[in-house]
């Protein structure tokens, strides 16, 4: 039987094996005596003691819901006693819609969707997330004849290659020459609470370009008021198409939308998220409040199996990433070309076509305590929201401290560490001195504009901009 059963056996023919052998995950012994022969590790849980054993996660097609399907594919999962089931979405609201009615036991979500649920923004609803899906991983692309216009305002380096990182600045007097001529200049990004929304707005604003307000108390909720650049909704694996028809100049997205411009021809990445904001906050893993409440045991099993997947994602030097590259491209996952996949995958990136450039973290799933989910991190959402005017009236600090802490649980993400750590499936170094941490990471200075972010002290963060929404200012 050994000999049949190969210890690489994909996930999905395990759990058939384990079904068609009528066995249940719950059945400990059971399941310690086979393990081996399954290609699973030994059990690590107290199956027992699941609440729910049957699950359904929610994804969108980008390479940062790779913790997802390594936990699925490399059977972290099934260790823990769960089956799962992962499920494209066709865009982030039917995401979260699911999420909140039931449907979805939890989901791959924009780190902004649990704060904006909470706070009332869209969609009203109590979502938490006691896990922090990956560092970095976007890019902004623009159109070939955007780019072209670009490259006149800037620098060479002595290789004859445009010097990055490459500054919005360039882009103002194209956007400028577009407004002579008659044309809104245009530009998509995922959602209006995505990273992407934000970090498009950041770099824009930094180079002296106005992004646009939100103005909720007025029943406008387009994001352009006062904009000179025009930003709306596109859901990611369009980007390329709606760039190629001329819909729009340019975009901000995860990968790999903007790698597969490069392929297609039809565009050029001008900037990663990672030159905007080193080792920005991405994805989360999302649950509503009362599911994680109705099944604690579950949720710190799913946690665990997820935080052994990053680990895999970035052990020895991404060692693993070909391996991870060839699982999302599959149909079922993010379904892209393998090279195109592995071009930001396997830490390199290309920019303008035959400009490849070495960029080692542009996907970090574990490194620099990625899983952990810091109230920091949170914060610098609600700054956002607040900047642009989603938040439309001041707040003080304290209410953002407390919108953090009820969304973002680094307690339960330190319950699940310290049970891998007790099992020998992680060590103490791996993760923060839960003992010490505030929840805060130190003062973050690595950003595009030379801002400094505190995130004990946001509005003073925002009193730094000259453009955005501060005190008591309105949209």
């Avoid at 304290?398 to 750590?421: G, Q």
């Amino acid at each position: 039987m050994s000999m049949l059963i190969e210890n690489k056996m994909p996930a999905l023919q395990r759990r058939g094996l384990l079904k068609r052998a009528g066995m249940t995950l719950g059945a400990v012994a059971l399941l310690s005596v086979m393990g081996p022969l399954l290609g699973t590790n030994s059990v690590q849980a107290e199956t027992e003691g699941l609440e729910k054993e049957d699950l359904k996660f929610g994804f969108i097609k980008l390479t940062d819901m790779a913790p997802l399907a390594i936990a699925y594919e490399k059977g972290y999962f099934e260790d823990e006693g769960l089956f799962v089931t992962l499920e494209a979405q066709a865009n982030w609201k039917v995401l979260l819609d699911r999420v909140i009615d039931g449907e979805l036991d939890g989901a791959h979500m924009l780190a902004g969707q649990p704060l904006a649920a909470t706070i009332g923004f869209g969609t009203k609803a109590d979502i938490i997330t006691a896990f922090s899906m990956d560092l970095n991983g976007n890019g902004i692309t623009v159109s070939n004849e955007v780019w072209k216009a670009m490259k006149n305002h800037i620098p060479q380096g002595a290789d004859g290659k445009p010097v990055h990182p490459v500054k919005a600045d360039a882009l103002k007097p194209v956007v400028e020459q577009y407004k002579k001529d008659g044309k809104p200049f245009k530009m998509g990004m995922v959602f209006p609470v995505s990273t992407h929304n934000y970090e498009l707005r950041y770099w824009l604003a930094a180079g002296g370009l106005h992004p646009g307000y939100y103005s909720p108390d007025e029943g406008d909720i387009s994001g352009q008021r006062k904009a000179d650049v025009l930003l709306s909704v596109t859901p990611p694996p369009q980007m390329p198409a709606t760039l190629e028809a001329g819909t729009i100049y340019g975009y901000c997205v995860g990968e790999p939308w903007n790698q597969q411009a490069v392929f297609k021809g039809i565009g050029v990445p001008v900037i990663t998220d990672y030159e905007i904001w080193k080792n920005n906050p991405e994805k989360v893993f999302g649950v509503t409040k009362e599911w994680a409440e109705k099944y604690p045991n579950t949720h710190k099993a799913v946690l665990k199996a997820m935080i052994r997947a990053a680990m895999w994602l970035d052990e020895n030097d991404n060692a693993n990433r070909k391996e991870a590259v060839k699982i999302l491209s599959m149909p079922a996952y993010v379904g892209a070309d393998y090279d195109v996949i592995a071009n930001s995958m396997t830490g390199t990136f290309e920019y303008e076509k035959g400009d490849t450039r070495a960029v080692p973290d542009f996907n970090v799933f574990f490194r620099y305590n990625a899983t952990y989910p810091y109230y920091s991190d949170a914060i610098w959402y609600l700054t956002q929201m607040r900047r642009w005017g989603q938040v439309n009236e001041f707040k003080p600090d304290e209410w953002f401290f407390n919108v953090a802490k009820k969304v973002y649980r680094p307690d339960l993400y330190a319950v699940a560490a310290k049970e891998l750590i007790a099992e020998g499936l992680a060590k103490p170094a791996d993760f923060p001195d839960f003992i010490s941490e505030s929840g805060f990471r130190p003062p973050q200075k690595e950003f595009i504009d030379g801002i400094t972010y505190d995130g004990k002290k946001p509005n003073k963060y925002l009193e730094q901009f000259s453009i955005g929404l501060k005190g008591k200012e309105k949209g």
